[in-house]
């Protein structure tokens, strides 16, 4: 993973390789609290929260995901949240490539995948995973997506039931109404300041791209979600940022699927990862 500097709690390496990671932001802060913060920082200080990645060389695609493999056996790909990067599953990789073969991707615009020129959407997320699993030659995959990527997730399984095995949603949401209202506010803040000044600055144009896939998307109704036909589990924390009434009403619209509820906020896989990787790989087995 190069020379980026390890988290000192996780020993990951730290989120979009720069000087944090999760379990480094300040417990009185939301994500939102501290995305917002970052917006309003780099509007007066020239502090990057979010890297602009080089572009990639992989012309039809647009762009060539970064990832990391480990292990043999059915693929398991797994898809991070906002802002974040494939090492948000350190805790995941070890335990699950014993029996599957993992790849933890980077998704657009993330880590160290480039940003490119399509649009910086949930939907063109998971036609990128199309992309990729195509180039990788995978007819078939388990997927496990947190926040941001859950939703990737859902969408994908949406748009090709034929592509997924098991369905894991971790912290997703329909749409931005699934979120708490002290998390949300500060996000629709910090996106409105960030594109105010898009337009000017690189840096508050990355961050109103990063911040309105929490605004803008993924946008799904009942309908949509009656599209997933694979196994699913649909899993949060009992303190989720995402509000435990959307949670269930998820599960709900996707037929057979089970519900469960981990110990913890958000980042239940980082931060609860025993209680996580069980129930996870229960599902599975």
Not at 9 to 32: I, K, N, Q, T, Y
Not at 247 to 265: H, M, P, Q, V, W
């Amino acid at each position: 993973m190069g020379d980026r500097p390890a988290c000192t709690r996780c020993d990951s390496v730290r989120a979009s390789g720069e000087d944090f990671c999760l379990d480094m932001w300040p417990v009185w802060l939301s994500p939102g609290e501290w995305r917002m913060a970052g917006v309003l920082l780099s509007g007066f200080s020239g502090l990057r929260l979010y890297r602009q990645p080089e572009k990639a060389q992989n012309q039809d695609m647009d762009i060539t995901h970064h990832y990391i493999e480990k292990g043999q056996g059915k693929p398991l790909i797994l898809l991070h949240g906002n802002g974040e990067n494939c090492d948000y599953f350190c805790h995941q990789i070890e335990t699950f490539s014993s029996k599957y073969r993992v790849l933890a991707l980077d998704t657009r615009g993330h880590g160290k995948t480039a940003r490119g020129d399509k649009p910086f959407t949930i939907r063109q997320f998971a036609q990128d995973l199309f992309g990729f699993m195509t180039e990788k030659n995978i007819e078939k995959a388990h997927l496990l997506g947190f926040s941001d990527g859950g939703n990737i997730a859902m969408v994908f399984a949406m748009e090709h039931p034929e592509k997924v095995d098991r369905l894991i949603l971790n912290g997703a949401n329909m749409k931005a109404s699934g979120v708490k209202v002290l998390t949300q506010l500060p996000i629709e803040i910090g996106y409105r300041i960030a594109s105010l000044f898009a337009h000017k600055s690189p840096e508050a144009k990355a961050n109103a791209e990063m911040l309105g896939l929490m605004v803008n998307d993924p946008n799904l109704t009942p309908t949509d979600l009656s599209r997933i036909k694979a196994k699913t589990l649909v899993i949060a924390g009992t303190r989720d940022m995402i509000k435990a009434s959307h949670t269930r009403y998820i599960a709900s619209c996707i037929e057979g699927a089970e519900l469960a509820f981990i110990k913890g906020d958000h980042f239940i896989a980082n931060r609860n990862p025993k209680d996580f990787n069980e129930r996870v790989m229960s599902f599975l087995e």
